[in-house]
C-alpha cells in the first residue's frame, strides 16, 4: 500500500475526474476544442481546488491506440500532482496486447500511484493510505469494476455492465478489514460502473428516474425529492448503468462499515449524490466534452481528509461555454 502524508493542521484534498474520452486531436492539436476544454478544466479545478491526490475514475480513451493512452497519462502526470486511476470498460476492453502496454504506461508514470494488483483480481484493485505524520488518518480503495458480462440485461440475453467479483468481494472485506486494525478511521471507495445499489438507490429514494434543470449541482431543487436523511444533490439524467443483477457490493460495504463515500464516473450525465443504507453513492462530475456531455457537469468532485475523517463530496462545475460556443 502507498502512503501520502496528510499535512498537520489542514485537510488533504481529492479531486476526482473521470470519463474524458480522449481523442488523438485531444492533446496532439493544441487548437483542438476537446484538448483547450480538457486542459482549461484541469487548470481550473487545480487553481480551486488544490488537490493533495487526484483520483481519476476511468474511460481514458475511446480509441484503441497506444499514443492517446500515452498523451493522457503524460497530460495527468504534467500536474506534478500524484494521481491514482481505476479502469473504465473502455480502458479494460481495449485488446489485450494494448491494455498491457497501457497498464506498464502507468506503472512507469512519474506521479501516477496505479498498483495492477493481483490479477485473479481484474485490474488495478488497490489501496492508498493517508496518514498525518506515523498515525494512519484514512484511505481511498480502488477496484476494477471490468467491462461487460453476458447477462439478461434490460431485455438484452448478451448484455450487462460489469460488476465487481465475489473474489473482489472478498478481497475487499480482507482490505477493510486490515485498514480497521491499521487504525484508518475510514475509507472511500473509487469505481468506474456504478455498483448495483446505486440503481437501488435511486429507485428507494426518488419516485422518477430523471428530472429536467440545468441547476443540477447546485442544492436540491425544490420539486426534486428529497431522500430521508435530507442529504443529496446532482441529478440524473439517466438510469444508472450498473449492473442487471445485484453484486451484493453494498451489502459488503454495510456489513463492514468502514467506507464512507462510493465515487462512480460512467454515466456522464449523472451527478447524484445520495446516502442510502448509510453510505454516501456519489456520480462524479465528467472531465471535458467528449461522448455524451452535458456542459452544466463538466469539471470534478473533491473529498476532503479532515481530522475527523472523510468529508461527504463536493461538485466542482467549470464553465467553459467560451471555450464551445
Ligand atoms: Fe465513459
Ligand atoms: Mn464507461
Same mark, same amino acid.
Given at each position: 500500500?502507498?502512503?501520502?502524508?496528510?499535512?498537520? #493542521?489542514?485537510?488533504?484534498?481529492?479531486? +476526482?475526474?473521470? @470519463?474524458?474520452? !480522449?481523442? &488523438?486531436?485531444? %492533446?496532439? /492539436?493544441?487548437?483542438?476544442?476537446?484538448?483547450?476544454?480538457?486542459?482549461?478544466?484541469?487548470?481550473?479545478?487545480?487553481?480551486?481546488?488544490?488537490?493533495?491526490?487526484?483520483?481519476?475514475?476511468?474511460?481514458?480513451?475511446?480509441?484503441?491506440?497506444?499514443?492517446?493512452?500515452?498523451?493522457?497519462?503524460?497530460?495527468?502526470?504534467?500536474?506534478?500532482?500524484?494521481?491514482?486511476?481505476?479502469?473504465?470498460?473502455?480502458?479494460?476492453?481495449?485488446?489485450?496486447?494494448?491494455?498491457?502496454?497501457?497498464?506498464?504506461?502507468?506503472?512507469?508514470?512519474?506521479?501516477?500511484?496505479?498498483?495492477?494488483?493481483?490479477?485473479?483480481?481484474?485490474? #488495478?484493485?488497490?489501496?492508498?493510505?493517508? +496518514?498525518?505524520? @506515523?498515525?494512519? !488518518?484514512? &484511505?481511498?480503495? %480502488?477496484? /476494477?469494476?471490468?467491462?461487460?458480462?453476458?447477462?439478461?440485461?434490460?431485455?438484452?440475453?448478451?448484455?450487462?455492465?460489469?460488476?465487481?467479483?465475489?473474489?473482489?468481494?472478498?478481497?475487499?472485506?480482507?482490505?477493510?478489514?486490515?485498514?480497521?486494525?491499521?487504525?484508518?478511521?475510514?475509507?472511500?471507495?473509487?469505481?468506474?460502473?456504478?455498483?448495483?445499489?446505486?440503481?437501488?438507490?435511486?429507485?428507494?429514494?426518488?419516485?422518477?428516474?430523471?428530472?429536467?434543470?440545468?441547476?443540477?449541482?447546485?442544492?436540491?431543487?425544490?420539486?426534486?425529492?428529497?431522500?430521508?436523511?435530507?442529504?443529496?444533490?446532482?441529478?440524473?439524467?439517466?438510469?444508472?448503468?450498473?449492473?442487471?443483477?445485484?453484486?451484493?457490493?453494498?451489502? !459488503?460495504?454495510?456489513?463492514?462499515?468502514?467506507?464512507?463515500?462510493?465515487?462512480?464516473?460512467?454515466?456522464?450525465?449523472?451527478?447524484?449524490?445520495?446516502?442510502?443504507?448509510?453510505?454516501?453513492?456519489?456520480?462524479?462530475?465528467?472531465?471535458?466534452?467528449?461522448?455524451?456531455?452535458?456542459?452544466?457537469?463538466?469539471?470534478?468532485?473533491?473529498?476532503?481528509?479532515?481530522?475527523?475523517?472523510?468529508?461527504?463530496?463536493?461538485?466542482?462545475?467549470?464553465?467553459?461555454?467560451?471555450?464551445?460556443?
Amino acid at each position: 500500500m502507498k502512503i501520502l502524508q496528510k499535512p498537520a #493542521g489542514r485537510d488533504f484534498t481529492v479531486l +476526482n475526474v473521470t @470519463d474524458p474520452h !480522449a481523442r &488523438a486531436a485531444t %492533446f496532439a /492539436d493544441e487548437n483542438d476544442v476537446t484538448g483547450r476544454v480538457m486542459r482549461y478544466t484541469m487548470d481550473e479545478l487545480i487553481k480551486r481546488v488544490s488537490p493533495d491526490l487526484i483520483t481519476f475514475g476511468g474511460d481514458m480513451t475511446t480509441d484503441n491506440d497506444i499514443s492517446v493512452y500515452r498523451d493522457f497519462v503524460a497530460f495527468m502526470d504534467s500536474f506534478g500532482i500524484p494521481w491514482a486511476p481505476v479502469m473504465g470498460n473502455h480502458d479494460n476492453r481495449c485488446g489485450v496486447e494494448l491494455f498491457r502496454n497501457v497498464v506498464s504506461l502507468l506503472k512507469e508514470s512519474k506521479n501516477c500511484l496505479f498498483e495492477a494488483g493481483n490479477p485473479l483480481l481484474g485490474c #488495478g484493485n488497490y489501496t492508498v493510505g493517508v +496518514n498525518c505524520g @506515523d498515525a494512519p !488518518a484514512s &484511505a481511498l480503495i %480502488f477496484m /476494477d469494476t471490468h467491462s461487460y458480462v453476458s447477462m439478461n440485461y434490460r431485455g438484452n440475453p448478451d448484455f450487462s455492465w460489469g460488476a465487481l467479483w465475489n473474489s473482489q468481494k472478498r478481497w475487499y472485506r480482507r482490505e477493510t478489514e486490515k485498514l480497521r486494525s491499521a487504525g484508518y478511521r475510514d475509507s472511500a471507495l473509487f469505481i468506474h460502473i456504478p455498483i448495483y445499489g446505486y440503481g437501488q438507490a435511486v429507485n428507494h429514494i426518488f419516485t422518477g428516474d430523471t428530472h429536467e434543470s440545468d441547476e443540477f449541482y447546485v442544492d436540491c431543487p425544490d420539486e426534486f425529492v428529497r431522500d430521508k436523511t435530507g442529504y443529496r444533490f446532482g441529478v440524473n439524467y439517466e438510469i444508472p448503468a450498473c449492473p442487471a443483477k445485484d453484486d451484493g457490493m453494498l451489502d !459488503a460495504i454495510v456489513e463492514t462499515g468502514h467506507t464512507k463515500s462510493v465515487i462512480c464516473g460512467h454515466n456522464h450525465i449523472n451527478s447524484a449524490s445520495l446516502i442510502y443504507r448509510g453510505v454516501c453513492l456519489t456520480y462524479s462530475m465528467k472531465l471535458g466534452n467528449i461522448s455524451h456531455f452535458r456542459r452544466q457537469q463538466n469539471g470534478g468532485t473533491v473529498i476532503r481528509i479532515t481530522d475527523n475523517g472523510i468529508t461527504l463530496p463536493e461538485h466542482v462545475h467549470v464553465d467553459v461555454s467560451h471555450l464551445i460556443d
